[in-house]
């Protein structure tokens, strides 16, 4: 049988690229979007055997996209929907049915998920790979987890970089946010750290900053106040431990 045409949605591009990895790994042609316009522009221009989008997006979110394509009627108006959301309120299942998705798989995603969603939702009826139960589930000192876990070393590498570069940047975004008490901002940065955190396997990075965005979602100001720079603290951990496997194998290779 043949493999998918997926169209990949997502604005974080280090979840995107590990996606997008894994997919391309079982055989898959990846096409990628970065927001939801592009989505809908992707659908409308070609028919996509499935989409599988992120709901937190900031110029259009996943479910406004869903909406959008739909309304785009025939093949590429119907064409299967499964949202992909680490969002911490309890009704986003329903939220993304109702928005005319198909599906939902919470954050972080295993291979394994992914794969069960594409030979279920697929058009092109890609058969379910052998089950991964061997798959790591959390960051070790001999390699990475999460979805990053089965990937070679030489596709995880510019991934990782992304990721210590984003990561930075979106740590200095939490804290202008915080120092502000722009909730709004914050929750959305802090959602963006959280999911790439845990498609790496650092889910201990990945829970605090998922309680940052609970924090601004209940509007507890003090507990953002606290929980901020244990997050940091927690990304320069991830920071140090990224630079020491990178110094580790660049001595296995000489």
Known sequence: ???????????????????????????????????????????????????????????????????????????????????????????????????????????????????????????????ALADRASEPVAATSERLGGLAGGLA???????????????????????RAAAAGDLVRLRGYAHDLSGSAANLGFMDLSRIARSVESACIESERESVKRLVPETKAELQQVLVTLADRRRQAQELSR
Request: aromatic letters at 2%; charged letters at 25%.
């Open 1 to 127: 049988m043949r493999r998918a045409r997926i169209l990949l949605v997502d604005d974080n591009r280090v979840n995107r690229k590990l996606l997008a990895a894994v997919l391309e790994a079982d055989g898959h042609r990846i096409d990628e979007a970065g927001s939801g316009r592009e989505a809908v522009e992707g659908c409308r221009l070609l028919p996509y055997d499935l989409v599988l989008m992120d709901i937190q997006m900031a110029d259009m979110d996943g479910l406004a996209a869903a909406t959008k394509i739909r309304a785009l009627g025939g093949r590429q108006g119907d064409v299967p929907i499964v949202a992909i959301s680490g969002d911490v309120e309890g009704d986003i299942a329903e939220r993304c049915l109702a928005a005319g998705m198909n599906g939902h798989l919470p954050k972080p995603v295993s291979p394994t998920m992914l794969a069960e969603a594409v030979a279920r939702w697929s058009r092109s009826r890609v058969p």
């Open 153 to 175: 070393a030489e596709t995880l590498a510019p991934i990782v970089d992304d990721f210590i570069a984003g990561s930075t940047l979106r740590m200095a975004d939490i804290e």
